[in-house]
């Protein structure tokens, strides 16, 4: 069975650090393009940050600076690494990943929750 796990949510003021991680199981990632997404309540799903099996890395507008992803081809996974954090972070975040040469999202993780608080 594939999975992707998140770990690494919870609960901090504005201005924490936190690092959000996934791993992969039951397949490996290492020739895909693995992304990070988020969604606020009542709000559409966004895009946050991915990063290509070359290393290769693309960030939204709203964290870049603030948001670093990064992976370990060794342990296949994928992290992020989120600086400087802002109430409007607040989200369910999940990792997802593509098959290899695809530019499709086809597995996706259950999501861990951030909220920064003011």
């Known amino acids: 069975q594939v999975q992707l796990v998140e770990s690494g949510g919870g609960l901090v003021q504005a201005g924490d650090s936190l690092r959000l991680s996934c791993a992969a199981s039951g397949r490996t990632f290492s020739r895909s393009t693995m992304g990070w997404f988020r969604q606020a309540p009542g709000k559409e799903r966004d895009f946050v940050a991915a990063i290509t099996w070359s290393g290769s890395t693309s960030h939204a507008e709203s964290v870049k600076g603030r948001f670093t992803i990064s992976r370990d081809f060794a342990k296949d996974s994928v992290d992020l690494q989120m600086n400087r954090l802002k109430p409007e972070d607040t989200a369910v975040y999940y990792c997802?990943?593509?098959?290899?040469?695809?530019?499709?999202?086809?597995?996706w993780g259950q999501g861990t929750q951030v909220t920064v608080s003011s």
């Open positions: 997802a990943a593509t098959e290899m040469g695809s530019g499709k999202y086809d597995y």
